[in-house]
């Protein structure tokens, strides 16, 4: 069974960090395209950092560029979203998710193209 697991969100100042983490149980990261969303009250789910399987390029969407950055370890099998810089609009609950039907990258952010998801984690940023 494919499970995705996130941890790392908490209660942070506008301009610290976090780095959230994604455990993948069921499934090797560096063979699947894995993408980190989060989605504020009131708002859609946001497509914010994709990493593909291949050669493990990565994509941002323009809010988080320059301050966010995805990685994975292929040996403890998890995916990270370093998040520096934050800010009271980065608010939101944080989650990962898989992709099997991405072939390429260019509708990464569409979340109905994702078809595991983990159960989010609150990351809330005070002014």
């Known amino acids: 069974e494919v499970q995705l697991v996130e941890s790392g969100g908490d209660l942070v100042q506008a301009g610290g960090s976090l780095i959230l983490s994604c455990e993948a149980k069921?499934?090797?990261?560096?063979?699947?395209?894995i993408a980190w969303f989060r989605q504020a009250p009131g708002k859609e789910r946001e497509g914010i950092s994709y990493?593909?399987?291949?050669?493990?390029?990565?994509f941002y969407t323009d809010s988080v560029k320059g301050r966010f950055t995805i990685s994975r370890d292929n040996v403890k099998n998890m995916v990270y979203l370093q998040m520096n810089s934050l800010k009271p609009e980065d608010t939101a609950v944080y989650y990962c998710?898989?992709?099997?039907?991405?072939?390429?990258?260019?509708?990464?952010?569409?979340?109905?193209?994702?078809?595991?998801w983990g159960q989010g984690t609150q990351v809330t940023v005070s002014s």
């Open positions: 998710a898989r992709s099997t039907y991405l072939s390429g990258s260019m509708y990464w952010r569409r979340p109905n193209l994702y078809d595991r």
């Open positions: 990493i593909r399987s291949s050669g493990g390029t990565s």
């Open positions: 069921g499934i090797a990261v560096d063979e699947h395209n």
